[in-house]
């Protein structure tokens, strides 16, 4: 029994080497085959606009008689197999586990959330990255482990992306969410806190919405948008 025992636990400790041993974009591959299984791209309609094609190429049907949107017809997604996808993002949070350097896995986990409408899964993998950058000091790479040349840049653009999402959809707990996020790992960018006035301005509190305009300001004075922003709550 002992030595039944023994080999089992060889065999699986074996497996787990093996596994331990793959390489990020053998991770990047096997995710891959897993999600294409599980995640089917078609051209879609619908009456409501899914998170993940708001800001994106959209063709909006419009109503003949109010002259408002009817539905919308874009790239959407679909689950086929859910225990396929399951394995995909299992996958993923393995292959980060073991190369935590590896943007493309952060932003491909990041992106699956958002196709299977878990937002707030998003947000957290996003946030995964920012904690890393401060780690790795933004020296990310990407496929074939290539050095990613302008790493905050990239993190820059998926960040404003996220905020414009949940902004025009409408999110005001999302979008405060990710601006904040963004401030608090980055908070050198006037971009961000140019982003934290306007969710201000939302929330209807000037005062404050002048206080991150004023500091993004200060960031960053050649920004128009900034100036402008500031001239506004100056003439309410």
């Given at each position: 029994m002992r030595?039944?025992?023994?080999?089992?636990?060889?065999?699986?400790?074996?497996?787990?080497?093996?596994?331990a041993q793959k390489t990020a974009d053998e991770y990047a591959n096997l995710f891959n085959e897993h999600l294409n299984a599980g995640l089917q791209s078609s051209i879609t309609m619908t009456v409501d606009l899914?998170?993940?094609?708001?800001?994106?190429?959209?063709?909006?049907?419009?109503d003949t008689v109010t002259g408002g949107p009817a539905g919308y017809v874009y790239n959407g997604y679909m689950i086929t197999d859910s225990a396929q996808v399951d394995s995909a993002t299992m996958i993923l949070k393995e292959g980060?586990?073991?190369?935590?350097?590896?943007?493309?896995?952060?932003?491909?986990?990041?992106?699956?959330?958002l196709?299977?409408?878990?937002?707030?899964?998003?947000?957290?993998?996003?946030?995964?990255?920012?904690?890393q950058s401060k780690k790795n000091k933004s020296m990310w790479l990407w496929t074939g482990d290539e050095q990613v040349p302008d790493s905050i840049d990239y993190m820059y653009e998926r960040v404003q992306e996220d905020f414009a999402r949940f902004w025009?959809?409408?999110?005001?707990?999302?979008?405060?969410?990710?601006?904040?996020?963004?401030?608090?790992?980055?908070?050198?960018r006037a971009e961000y806190w140019n982003n934290m006035g306007a969710?201000?301005?939302?929330?209807?509190?000037?005062?404050?919405?002048?206080?991150?305009f004023q500091k993004a300001l200060k960031?960053?004075?050649?920004?128009?948008?900034?100036?402008?922003?500031?001239?506004y709550i100056k003439s309410l």
């Open positions: 030595k039944y025992l023994f080999t089992i636990l060889v065999l699986w400790s074996c497996a787990m080497c093996a596994w899914p998170l993940y094609a708001v800001n994106t190429q959209v063709f909006t049907l419009t980060i586990r073991q190369h935590p350097n590896r943007l493309d896995l952060y932003f491909g986990l990041a992106t699956t959330y196709y299977i409408d878990q937002p707030d899964q998003m947000i957290n993998i996003v946030e995964m990255a920012m904690k025009t959809a409408e999110d005001l707990e999302r979008t405060e969410h990710v601006a904040q996020m963004a401030v608090k790992y980055y908070p050198t969710v201000a301005m939302w929330k209807n509190d000037k005062k404050k919405a002048m206080k991150y960031l960053n004075p050649n920004d128009e948008l900034i100036k402008a922003n500031i001239e």
